[in-house]
């Protein structure tokens, strides 16, 4: 099975953007897609992003995902960021019957 | 509206077994599959397996085979995972979720339910 990393921890001020990288550790990013999850403090996660790019209803569209196939690694990228977005984000991915979680970033908004 | 209501939390003694609930309304039940995923205290999310609310196959994390049984049941358009042999590592909130179009990707998630292992 394959790792996706994810960087422990980033913080950004309100209103900048921010980006949350998701490597993979074998196998191509673009051959299965990636989902990312979004959890704050003591809630369940939610999808804010599934196959790759696409968001949700309902959630804004300053949040956007990307691959890079030249990094292998999936991005989060989140404009305009609030205090609200202050939360965990995971990463996930799957290779034939099995899903991968990144191990979550933590987003600061300072 | 998609609603997933799972069971109250346990406390169970380590070498028992828990079972947890994940009651399913407002769509079809066995258009999608169900997925279960854990998260220890202060950790991250930890796939467990994911069930087929169609034909009831499921497929199990490697980490979790031989000690995890995920169930459905149609008629009360439930989902059902029991995990034996207990230990203080299975201390978490367990959490069911339905998956998309696809069954790769989490659509909703359920509130969660902790299950705490302790002597």
């Known amino acids: 099975n394959f790792m996706l990393t994810q960087p422990h921890s980033v913080s950004e001020s309100p209103g900048k953007t921010v980006t949350i990288s998701c490597t993979r550790s074998?196998?191509?990013?673009?051959?299965?897609?990636v989902q990312w999850y979004q959890q704050r403090p003591g809630s369940s996660p939610t999808t804010i992003i599934y196959e790759d790019t696409l968001r949700p209803s309902g959630v804004p569209d300053r949040f956007s995902g990307s691959i890079d196939s030249s990094s292998n690694s999936a991005s989060l990228t989140i404009s305009g960021l609030r205090a609200e977005d202050e939360a965990d984000y995971y990463c996930q991915s799957y290779e034939t019957s099995n899903w991968v979680f990144g191990g979550g970033t933590k987003l600061t908004v300072l | 509206q998609v609603h997933l209501v799972q069971s109250r939390g346990e406390a169970k003694k380590p070498g028992a077994s828990v079972k947890v609930s994940c009651k399913t309304s407002g769509y079809s039940f066995t258009s999608f599959g169900i997925t279960w995923v854990r998260q220890a205290p202060g950790q991250g999310l930890d796939w467990m397996g994911w069930i087929s609310t169609y034909n009831g196959n499921p497929i199990y994390a490697q980490k979790f085979q031989g000690r995890v049984t995920m169930t459905t049941d149609a008629s009360t358009s439930t989902a059902y995972m029991e995990l034996r042999s207990l230990t203080s590592d299975d201390t978490a909130l367990y959490y069911c979720?339905?998956?998309?179009?696809?069954?790769?990707?989490?659509?909703?998630w359920g509130p969660g339910t902790l299950v705490t292992v302790s002597s």
């Open positions: 074998s196998g191509s990013i673009a051959s299965t897609y």
């Open positions: 979720a339905r998956v998309g179009s696809g069954w790769f990707e989490v659509a909703y």
